[in-house]
Every structure is written in C-alpha cells, then in structure tokens.
C-alpha cells in the first residue's frame, strides 16, 4: 500500500489525542505534580536511566520526600541516598553520582543548578538526553530528548533514517519543527511504550498507519 506523505504536524495532533488513556512519561508527570525545579528533574532523570516509569515515578518521590534540593541531598550521605533509590537499576552508582552532583552545585553554583547544556552534562552520569529533558521542561529550552522511543519510532516511521539515538537526534534537530522539540519526547513515550511498541507494534489500530513507512516491522497487531 502506498504511504501517504508524512505530515508531523497532523501525526503530533493524531498523537496527542492517541496517548491520552496512558500515563504520562515519568518526567512530564513529576512536573505536572510540582517537581519542576531543574534539579528535581535532573535527579528524576537519572533515576530514571535503565529504570521502568513504574518504579523511577516513586522512588524519585520517595526521595524527594527526605530531600529536594542540592542543599538537603549534599547533606544526605551517599548510603541514605542509595536506601531511598534501592528499586532504581545501579543505584549505587547513582547515589554516588546524585551526591557528587548536589556537592558540586552547593560549592561551585551556589546552590543553584545553572540551566545550561554544557554545564549539565559535564556532570557524572549526565548524557545529551537527560540534559535536554532538564532543560526543555524545566526552563522551556527548545531541546530533543531522544530515547528508545523517540528512536525507535520517528525510524520506523521513515521520518528520519539513523542507526543510533545520537544519530536520530541530529537528524530530528535538522528537521523537526523548533515548536516540537520538546512535545516529541513529550508524546513518543507514551506512544511508543503503548502502541508503537518494540515487538508486535498495534500498527492495525495506529492512527498514523497510513502515513508510517513501517520501516523494519515484520509482524504486528
């Protein structure tokens, strides 16, 4: 069947609606609830790395509950840091990192998280998608988060072709709409954890089928 032009105004706004039965993605959902501070988003986000929404959501709120900013985390230590975040995978590691990270702030930033790209991923455990959430929820800085999704689904759409997120972020930067930059993590999580999924991907009931090349599905619902 021959595909329709992609149209990625008309697929957001198909989308939108689309996602509306399911949950949020973690970040936008811990904002719309007040943790919208930078450096509560920082901290959700690297929770959330490696870590399924359904866990990161409550111990990023478990945390939070004992301490919310650089100030109260840097007096935590590294030990009562990992108790609260046990459930997040290698949350060892990230207890380190999300200590280190508030210290820093507290003795270089004076307690102020700086929104600044540069800035946020030069910190521990800090990448190009976690920055670029930070900064587009919680500063409203035109930035792409890409993560498995976003890839995923924006290739397997034909909208861009790239082999890897790093890749799909640079091509999306070329082409995406700037008003998009941050609804496009906003709407593909949910979406692709829904109904563009990895494997067997509900392309029957998808309400952009007719413009998505498909691109590498070999079965589907």
């Known amino acids: 069947m021959k ?53 990161s959501l409550p111990t990023a709120r ?12 840097s007096k935590l230590t590294v030990e009562e840091i990992d108790n609260l975040i046990r459930t997040s995978t290698f949350h060892e590691r990230k207890a380190a990192q999300i200590h280190e990270i508030a ?12 929104c600044e790209d540069e800035i946020l991923q030069s910190f521990p455990g800090v990448g190009p998608k976690c920055s670029h959430l930070v900064l587009g929820i919680a500063d409203n800085q035109s930035f792409i988060s890409v993560d498995i999704h976003v890839h995923r689904v924006t290739n397997r759409w034909g909208y861009v072709k790239a082999s890897t997120p790093e890749k799909t972020m640079a091509a999306l930067e070329a082409k995406l709409p700037r008003e998009d930059w941050i609804d496009i993590n906003r709407l593909l999580v949910p979406f692709g954890k ?5 494997n067997l991907p509900k392309c029957s009931t998808c309400p952009v089928l007719e413009m998505c090349e498909q691109v590498g599905v070999k079965a589907y619902r």
């Open 103 to 114: 210290q820093l702030i507290v003795d270089k930033y004076n307690g102020n998280l700086p």
């Open 62 to 73: 478990k945390l939070f509950e004992r301490a919310r900013t650089p100030d109260q985390i």
């Open 194 to 198: 829904h109904i563009c999924t990895g």
């Open 3 to 55: 595909k329709k032009q992609f149209d990625i105004d008309l697929a957001l706004k198909l989308l939108s609606a689309a996602v509306k039965p399911w949950p949020k993605a973690a970040m936008f959902e811990l904002a719309e609830h007040g943790y919208n501070s930078p450096f509560e988003q920082l901290v959700a986000c690297m929770i959330s790395i490696r870590t399924y929404d359904e866990v």
